[in-house]
């Protein structure tokens, strides 16, 4: 899978450990189904680490 594709039209949200206390800033996406993308909020330009759905959760 092209990750460049897979995020094009990502719907980030802001993960439910972040703040805006300067916590914990990540945002993630569900892609290709079983993925979930991972981003710096306050550095969305920064790059992303994709994982399996299930290591999300965990």
């Known amino acids: ?26 945002e993630g996406a569900r892609v290709g189904g079983m993925l979930m993308a991972v981003r710096d909020s306050k550095n969305r330009e920064g790059g992303v680490s994709i994982f399996l759905g299930a290591s999300w959760v965990a």
């Open 1 to 26: 899978m092209n990750g460049n594709a897979a995020l094009t039209g990502a719907d980030w949200f802001t993960s439910s450990y972040s703040n805006d206390q300067g916590g914990e800033c990540v």
